[in-house]
């Protein structure tokens, strides 16, 4: 058992996505077939780029769609996975407490029981018992020839949202754009907020013209749109009249 850190990692993302996107939004007013259109080598690539560029900006977003990342993502919680698969138009692919034995599960520490000397202790504690009475409850089933994912299945009730868990993530660009602008906001948690800015440092690399503007909502708007309440203060609320 140790508390482990956050490490995403791009495993993929769509060749010649700035080409697609292209020839997906062409064929929305053209007649010409995209398959000669994606051929067609005398379509210079700052005129794509500058395409691509415009239809972000106008806000015709459905031809992100077609462009694809793939994240390897290891050192988070259950907790956030729990936020993460809320975002319906992504496939998800997890490593199961069914089929993966939590003999000595590693765990996510908030910062705010971290930087408490006092919380910290009684939540590793807390960490260590969960896992002891983990444990116990494989062995006695064992006792019962209860065994391998069958014990597992039941005897993860006990493990806490703290487990340490790995997830495979594909996102289409416009979805990316929408997980962004929900999860990098402060009124996010802090954990799927730092994935969010993680995710968005490789997109933004991989992909400036469509992800050069990205980020909270805020961002984009250059306004609060989470009201006087709720608002971190970078940019102003915009109150309703």
């Known amino acids: 058992m140790a508390k482990v850190t956050m490490n995403v990692k791009l495993l993929e993302m769509s060749e ?3 080409s697609l996107i292209y020839v997906a939004c062409r064929q929305c007013y053209s007649e010409k077939f995209a398959g000669d259109v994606f051929a067609d080598t005398s379509i210079a690539q700052e005129k794509q780029v500058e395409f691509v560029k415009k239809i972000v900006a ?4 459905s ?3 077609h462009v694809k990342f793939t994240f390897a993502i290891e050192g988070v919680s259950r907790a956030l996975t729990h936020q993460l698969v809320r975002h319906r138009l992504a496939s998800y692919s997890q490593m199961s407490q069914r089929y993966v034995k939590e003999k000595d599960f590693d765990y996510i520490i ?3 029981i971290e930087k408490n000397p006092e919380a910290k202790n009684e939540f590793e504690k807390l960490m260590s018992a969960i896992q002891q009475s983990y444990t116990k ?3 006695f089933m064992g006792k019962d020839n209860i065994t391998g994912e069958s014990a597992n299945q039941d005897a993860r009730f006990a493990l806490p949202q703290a487990a340490e868990t790995k997830i495979v993530v594909t996102m289409n660009c416009r979805e990316l754009l929408h997980f962004f602008q929900a999860r990098c906001c402060t009124r996010a948690q802090w954990e799927i907020r730092r994935l969010a800015n993680k995710m968005l440092e490789i997109c ?5 013209e469509v992800f050069s503007g990205s980020g909270a909502k805020c961002e984009e708007l250059e306004y609060c749109p989470e009201g006087e309440k709720f608002t971190c203060g970078k940019y102003p609320v915009k109150l309703n009249k």
């Open 16 to 18: 010649n996505a700035i």
């Open 204 to 208: 933004h690399e991989k992909l400036p």
């Open 58 to 61: 106008s806000g015709h977003l």
């Open 63 to 65: 031809p992100l769609e």
């Open 137 to 139: 409850l494989l062995t």
């Open 110 to 112: 908030p910062p705010t």
